[in-house]
Protein backbone atom coordinates (compact mmCIF):
# COMPACT_ATOMS: atom_id res chain seq x y z
CA UNK A 1 0.00 0.00 0.00
CA UNK A 2 2.55 2.44 1.04
CA UNK A 3 4.34 1.51 -2.46
CA UNK A 4 1.45 2.23 -4.48
CA UNK A 5 0.61 5.54 -2.94
CA UNK A 6 4.21 6.76 -3.04
CA UNK A 7 4.28 5.68 -6.87
CA UNK A 8 0.15 7.57 -7.17
CA UNK A 9 1.55 10.59 -6.26
CA UNK A 10 4.31 10.38 -8.42
CA UNK A 11 2.15 9.57 -11.01
CA UNK A 12 -0.11 12.97 -10.02
CA UNK A 13 3.40 15.12 -9.36
CA UNK A 14 4.31 14.15 -12.86
CA UNK A 15 1.06 14.76 -14.23
CA UNK A 16 1.01 17.86 -12.51
CA UNK A 17 4.28 19.02 -13.91
CA UNK A 18 3.21 17.89 -17.43
CA UNK A 19 0.20 20.23 -17.45
CA UNK A 20 2.17 22.43 -15.62
CA UNK A 21 4.74 22.80 -18.57
CA UNK A 22 2.01 22.91 -21.14
CA UNK A 23 0.25 25.63 -19.57
CA UNK A 24 3.64 28.00 -19.61
CA UNK A 25 4.20 26.40 -23.27
CA UNK A 26 0.62 27.35 -24.26
CA UNK A 27 1.04 31.02 -22.73
CA UNK A 28 4.24 31.59 -24.41
CA UNK A 29 2.67 31.17 -27.59
CA UNK A 30 0.04 33.26 -27.15
CA UNK A 31 2.28 36.08 -25.78
CA UNK A 32 4.39 35.38 -28.76
CA UNK A 33 1.63 35.52 -31.14
CA UNK A 34 0.04 38.42 -29.36
CA UNK A 35 3.78 40.47 -29.91
CA UNK A 36 3.71 39.47 -33.50
CA UNK A 37 0.13 40.66 -33.94
CA UNK A 38 1.08 44.31 -31.93
CA UNK A 39 4.33 44.31 -34.33
CA UNK A 40 1.98 43.54 -37.34
CA UNK A 41 -0.20 46.34 -35.90
CA UNK A 42 2.48 48.86 -35.97
CA UNK A 43 3.93 48.46 -39.23
CA UNK A 44 0.25 48.39 -41.03
CA UNK A 45 -0.52 51.33 -38.81
CA UNK A 46 2.61 52.95 -40.00
CA UNK A 47 2.19 51.82 -43.97
CA UNK A 48 -1.21 53.11 -43.86
CA UNK A 49 0.42 56.71 -43.17
CA UNK A 50 3.02 56.40 -45.55
CA UNK A 51 -0.23 55.70 -48.65
CA UNK A 52 -2.37 58.24 -47.54
CA UNK A 53 0.58 60.85 -47.79
CA UNK A 54 1.49 59.16 -51.04
CA UNK A 55 -2.07 59.67 -52.28
CA UNK A 56 -2.27 63.08 -51.27
CA UNK A 57 0.92 64.20 -53.08
CA UNK A 58 -1.09 62.07 -56.23
CA UNK A 59 -4.02 64.23 -55.80
CA UNK A 60 -1.62 67.48 -55.51
CA UNK A 61 0.56 66.50 -58.79
CA UNK A 62 -2.18 65.18 -60.70
CA UNK A 63 -5.11 68.30 -59.69
CA UNK A 64 -3.02 71.06 -59.28
CA UNK A 65 0.80 70.60 -61.12
CA UNK A 66 0.32 69.02 -64.20
CA UNK A 67 -2.99 71.55 -64.53
CA UNK A 68 -0.41 74.72 -63.76
CA UNK A 69 1.70 73.44 -66.19
CA UNK A 70 -0.67 72.49 -69.18
CA UNK A 71 -2.42 76.14 -68.22
CA UNK A 72 1.28 77.41 -68.66
CA UNK A 73 1.60 75.73 -71.92
CA UNK A 74 -2.01 77.18 -73.14
CA UNK A 75 -0.56 80.41 -72.55
CA UNK A 76 2.24 80.16 -74.31
CA UNK A 77 0.67 79.05 -77.66
CA UNK A 78 -1.80 81.76 -77.23
CA UNK A 79 1.35 84.20 -76.96
CA UNK A 80 2.62 82.29 -80.15
CA UNK A 81 -0.97 83.78 -81.69
CA UNK A 82 -0.03 86.91 -80.86
CA UNK A 83 3.23 87.06 -82.09
CA UNK A 84 3.10 85.00 -85.14
CA UNK A 85 7.08 85.03 -85.76
CA UNK A 86 7.83 83.08 -82.80
CA UNK A 87 6.94 80.32 -84.44
CA UNK A 88 9.69 80.50 -86.24
CA UNK A 89 11.77 80.39 -82.87
CA UNK A 90 13.34 76.66 -81.89
CA UNK A 91 13.82 77.50 -78.47
CA UNK A 92 10.16 78.39 -78.29
CA UNK A 93 8.67 75.27 -79.83
CA UNK A 94 11.12 73.76 -77.32
CA UNK A 95 9.70 75.47 -74.50
CA UNK A 96 6.03 74.42 -75.42
CA UNK A 97 7.30 70.64 -75.91
CA UNK A 98 9.08 70.59 -72.60
CA UNK A 99 6.31 71.58 -70.87
CA UNK A 100 4.01 69.09 -72.70
CA UNK A 101 6.52 66.59 -71.74
CA UNK A 102 6.61 67.65 -68.00
CA UNK A 103 3.10 67.62 -68.11
CA UNK A 104 2.61 63.93 -68.94
CA UNK A 105 5.89 62.86 -66.32
CA UNK A 106 3.57 64.06 -63.32
CA UNK A 107 0.34 62.25 -64.16
CA UNK A 108 2.50 59.54 -64.78
CA UNK A 109 4.54 59.68 -61.83
CA UNK A 110 1.06 60.72 -59.65
CA UNK A 111 -0.17 57.86 -61.09
CA UNK A 112 2.31 55.33 -59.91
CA UNK A 113 2.09 57.06 -56.46
CA UNK A 114 -1.85 56.00 -56.58
CA UNK A 115 -2.04 53.17 -53.97
CA UNK A 116 -3.39 50.03 -55.69
CA UNK A 117 -7.31 48.87 -54.00
CA UNK A 118 -5.71 45.76 -52.41
CA UNK A 119 -8.63 44.91 -50.74
CA UNK A 120 -10.86 44.68 -54.03
CA UNK A 121 -8.74 43.45 -56.64
CA UNK A 122 -5.99 40.88 -54.70
CA UNK A 123 -2.22 40.77 -54.20
CA UNK A 124 -1.45 39.26 -57.85
CA UNK A 125 -3.39 41.71 -59.73
CA UNK A 126 -2.39 44.68 -57.24
CA UNK A 127 1.14 44.02 -58.59
CA UNK A 128 0.24 43.34 -61.93
CA UNK A 129 -1.47 46.53 -62.05
CA UNK A 130 1.56 48.65 -60.89
CA UNK A 131 3.51 46.56 -63.15
CA UNK A 132 1.36 48.09 -66.06
CA UNK A 133 1.42 51.52 -64.74
CA UNK A 134 5.17 52.09 -64.46
CA UNK A 135 5.96 50.19 -67.98
CA UNK A 136 8.07 51.96 -69.84
CA UNK A 137 11.11 51.01 -73.07
CA UNK A 138 14.24 50.80 -70.82
CA UNK A 139 13.09 47.83 -68.56
CA UNK A 140 10.96 44.69 -69.09
CA UNK A 141 9.11 43.13 -66.46
CA UNK A 142 7.67 39.57 -66.21
CA UNK A 143 5.00 38.64 -64.11
CA UNK A 144 4.25 34.92 -62.98
CA UNK A 145 2.45 33.37 -60.53
CA UNK A 146 1.87 29.54 -59.73
CA UNK A 147 -0.36 27.87 -56.83
CA UNK A 148 -3.60 29.20 -55.19
CA UNK A 149 -2.48 31.80 -53.14
CA UNK A 150 -5.66 32.15 -50.32
CA UNK A 151 -6.64 35.94 -49.07
CA UNK A 152 -4.29 36.63 -45.81
CA UNK A 153 -4.92 38.90 -42.86
CA UNK A 154 -5.62 42.43 -44.83
CA UNK A 155 -2.44 44.04 -42.79
CA UNK A 156 -0.43 41.09 -43.90
CA UNK A 157 -1.28 41.40 -47.65
CA UNK A 158 -0.84 45.22 -47.46
CA UNK A 159 2.67 44.72 -45.81
CA UNK A 160 3.58 41.74 -48.28
CA UNK A 161 1.98 44.33 -51.49
CA UNK A 162 4.47 47.25 -50.66
CA UNK A 163 7.54 45.31 -49.74
CA UNK A 164 7.03 43.73 -53.31
CA UNK A 165 6.53 46.93 -54.72
CA UNK A 166 9.69 48.38 -53.00
CA UNK A 167 11.56 45.68 -54.45
CA UNK A 168 10.17 46.50 -57.67
CA UNK A 169 10.98 49.98 -57.33
CA UNK A 170 14.70 49.46 -56.14
CA UNK A 171 15.02 47.77 -59.70
CA UNK A 172 13.88 50.67 -61.52
CA UNK A 173 15.67 53.05 -59.82
CA UNK A 174 18.97 51.33 -58.67
CA UNK A 175 19.93 48.37 -60.66
CA UNK A 176 19.99 49.71 -64.69
CA UNK A 177 18.81 46.46 -65.31
CA UNK A 178 17.00 45.51 -69.19
CA UNK A 179 15.33 42.66 -67.89
CA UNK A 180 13.33 41.55 -64.77
CA UNK A 181 11.34 39.00 -63.38
CA UNK A 182 8.44 39.17 -60.38
CA UNK A 183 7.54 36.08 -59.61
CA UNK A 184 4.98 34.38 -56.78
CA UNK A 185 4.63 31.03 -56.28
CA UNK A 186 2.48 29.49 -53.62
CA UNK A 187 3.42 25.60 -52.54
CA UNK A 188 2.44 23.70 -49.24
CA UNK A 189 1.39 27.15 -47.39
CA UNK A 190 4.43 29.22 -48.28
CA UNK A 191 4.68 31.82 -50.73
CA UNK A 192 7.36 32.38 -52.34
CA UNK A 193 8.64 36.17 -53.92
CA UNK A 194 11.28 36.16 -56.38
CA UNK A 195 12.36 39.69 -57.14
CA UNK A 196 15.33 39.71 -59.76
CA UNK A 197 17.03 41.39 -62.40
CA UNK A 198 20.06 41.96 -65.08
CA UNK A 199 21.60 44.62 -63.53
CA UNK A 200 24.46 45.92 -62.07
CA UNK A 201 23.84 44.73 -58.39
CA UNK A 202 24.16 46.39 -55.42
CA UNK A 203 28.31 45.48 -55.14
CA UNK A 204 29.80 48.39 -53.60
CA UNK A 205 26.47 49.43 -51.84
CA UNK A 206 25.02 47.96 -48.10
CA UNK A 207 23.21 45.30 -48.31
CA UNK A 208 20.60 46.59 -46.06
CA UNK A 209 20.47 50.05 -47.87
CA UNK A 210 17.95 51.05 -50.60
CA UNK A 211 14.88 50.20 -47.92
CA UNK A 212 16.75 46.64 -47.73
CA UNK A 213 16.98 47.41 -44.29
CA UNK A 214 13.10 47.29 -43.07
CA UNK A 215 12.04 45.07 -46.19
CA UNK A 216 14.23 42.47 -43.19
CA UNK A 217 12.49 43.89 -40.34
CA UNK A 218 8.84 43.53 -41.91
CA UNK A 219 9.74 40.03 -42.95
CA UNK A 220 10.99 38.61 -39.84
CA UNK A 221 7.86 39.69 -38.45
CA UNK A 222 6.02 37.56 -40.82
CA UNK A 223 8.38 34.98 -39.97
CA UNK A 224 9.51 34.85 -43.39
CA UNK A 225 13.31 34.21 -44.61
CA UNK A 226 14.60 36.44 -46.96
CA UNK A 227 18.00 35.86 -49.50
CA UNK A 228 19.87 38.55 -51.39
CA UNK A 229 21.76 37.51 -54.00
CA UNK A 230 23.64 39.94 -56.15
CA UNK A 231 26.47 40.65 -58.05
CA UNK A 232 28.02 42.87 -60.49
CA UNK A 233 27.51 40.44 -63.66
CA UNK A 234 24.55 38.52 -62.78
CA UNK A 235 22.46 41.34 -61.19
CA UNK A 236 20.08 41.13 -57.97
CA UNK A 237 17.92 38.40 -56.92
CA UNK A 238 16.12 39.06 -53.97
CA UNK A 239 14.04 35.66 -52.82
CA UNK A 240 11.59 35.72 -49.83
CA UNK A 241 9.53 32.85 -48.46
CA UNK A 242 6.62 33.77 -46.05
CA UNK A 243 5.05 30.95 -44.06
CA UNK A 244 0.84 31.23 -44.43
CA UNK A 245 -0.90 29.51 -42.31
CA UNK A 246 -1.69 31.85 -39.26
CA UNK A 247 -2.33 34.91 -41.77
CA UNK A 248 -5.08 32.75 -43.61
CA UNK A 249 -8.82 34.92 -43.34
CA UNK A 250 -10.55 32.09 -41.75
CA UNK A 251 -13.83 32.98 -44.20
CA UNK A 252 -12.19 32.82 -47.62
CA UNK A 253 -9.68 30.48 -46.42
CA UNK A 254 -9.29 28.76 -50.87
CA UNK A 255 -9.88 32.49 -52.59
CA UNK A 256 -7.72 32.33 -55.74
CA UNK A 257 -6.67 35.36 -57.03
Not at 65 to 75: D, F, I, S, T
Not at 78 to 85: N, R, V
Request: aromatic share 6%; glycine share 6%; with cysteine.
Amino acid sequence: LLGLGIVSIGVILWISLRSYRNKQRLLKEKLHTTERNKKIAQIEATLGGVETERERIARELYDSVAGEVLAMRLNLKSIQQDYPELRYSDDYSNIIHQSQYIADKLRETAHNLMPANLEKIGLYSSISAFLERICNNHIHFTLQHYGTLPRLQPEVEKIILLSTLELIQNVLKHAKATEALVQLNVDEDILTITVEDNGVGITGSSPDGMGLQNLRKNMEVLQAHIDIQSTEYTGTTVLIEIPLNEYKRVEEVMVNY
